[in-house]
């Protein structure tokens, strides 16, 4: 897992200088500049709008007692979109836009939703709900953490 990451901190910032730099000898770099400040406050100000959006959809399905699973995925995408928006870059510039944009989003998330369904069904992930007791996907038996309800807790002035 390091080395990936490694290699994507690595990697991301090359491709990215390249792309800067061969767009920049084609249209000037005055330009290439603008476009890249441009595609930032365009995706900031959807990314605002889509996160409004998504947060309200999460107090609806959560006032009429739904869990909001997909708006939360969603949730997610949206602030990795509008992180990798603010790096400057064309190759970032359009994986924020393709995490922002409602079509894109939803199939990404859809995507994303079935790989941690697989996780859970290979029991590589546990599952915890407030109140109720442990529920684990695999049959291991070590409680590993603390669960602590709101009233257990004094405030600490």
Avoid: C, W
Wanted: a negative charge; hydrophobic letters at 45%; zero cysteines.
């Amino acid at each position: 897992m390091f080395f990936k990451l490694l290699m994507l901190f690595i990697l991301i910032p090359l491709i990215e200088l390249f792309l800067l730099l061969e767009i920049s000898s084609y249209i000037g770099v005055f330009t290439t500049i603008m476009i890249i400040v441009l595609t930032g406050v365009i995706g900031t100000v959807i990314a605002k709008t889509q996160g409004y959006m998504v947060v309200n959809n999460i107090r609806r399905k959560l006032n009429t007692g739904q869990m909001p699973t997909d708006d939360l995925i969603g949730a997610l995408l949206i602030l990795m979109g509008g992180v990798t928006l603010l790096t400057p870059g064309f190759l970032t510039d359009i994986t924020g836009f393709l995490l922002i944009l409602p079509g894109s989003r939803n199939v990404i998330a859809a995507l994303v939703k079935k790989r941690f369904l697989k996780y859970v069904k290979e029991n590589k992930v546990e599952v915890h709900r407030s109140g109720d007791s442990y529920y684990s996907s695999s049959d291991n038996s070590e409680d590993d953490f603390i669960d602590i309800d709101p009233e257990d807790v004094e405030d600490i002035k």
